[in-house]
């Protein structure tokens, strides 16, 4: 876990109560990710560095800024173990990073596709809004859980469209492309 003053390494991962430690510091007390050390006595705090060269995992979820993530970040991702990079924020991985996800067989969820929950969300608040509607929490995540298992299956079927299967960042843009297309032809504009 980062912020800008640094990272937290837990040795052994971060389980849903670890998990929920964080949320509260962070969402709540709106305290440095440091202060969780506070709360663990076996994480450590590491001050002005970023994870990603440093620590061993086996997902990297990047959701901070553009282009954290660079292609020497990727490479000591990848010699640290990492199979596995879904993108949180928009663009945090340069297309050198990405290029070595792809070059190293790593699994690689781009921003466009695996970001899109926080757009999902606002829609189908302005659902809620317009239709007068209140949703519990439950049903949000409902929803929202089957708007991503869509966007996933696009990206499935766009990159085998593309010859290029099980490549979500191709299936992302041939997913996003048909789709503008098919807007374009249904509204006349081609």
């Known amino acids: ?4 003053s640094g990272y937290v390494y837990e040795p052994e991962g971060f389980d849903a109560a670890k ?3 964080v ?3 962070k969402n709540n007390q709106h305290a440095r990710i440091s202060k969780y050390c506070e709360h663990s006595p076996t994480a450590e705090f590491h001050p002005g560095n970023k994870p990603w060269q440093e620590t061993a995992c086996d997902i990297a979820l990047p959701c901070a800024t553009q282009n954290e993530i660079e292609e020497e970040d990727a490479l000591a991702l990848y010699a640290n173990g990492c199979y596995c990079v879904c993108e949180g924020a928009n663009m945090p991985s340069t297309p050198d990073a990405i290029k070595v996800y792809h070059d190293r067989g790593m ?9 899109a929950g926080g757009v999902a969300v606002s829609g189908l ?3 809620q809004n317009s239709g007068r509607l209140s ?7 409902g929803k929202l859980k089957e708007i991503m298992s869509d966007i996933y299956q696009a990206c499935i079927e766009g990159s085998q469209r593309a010859h290029r299967p099980g490549n979500l960042q191709v299936g992302a843009n041939v997913a996003g492309f048909v789709k503008v297309a098919d807007a374009m032809l249904a509204q006349g504009c081609v």
Do not use: F, G, H, I
């Open 1 to 4: 876990m980062s912020d800008s």
């Open 19 to 21: 998990l929920a430690v």
């Open 23 to 25: 949320m509260d510091l």
């Open 107 to 115: 699994m690689y969820a781009p921003a466009k596709a695996s970001n």
């Open 125 to 127: 608040e302005m659902s």
């Open 135 to 141: 949703w519990t929490r439950e049903q949000v995540d």
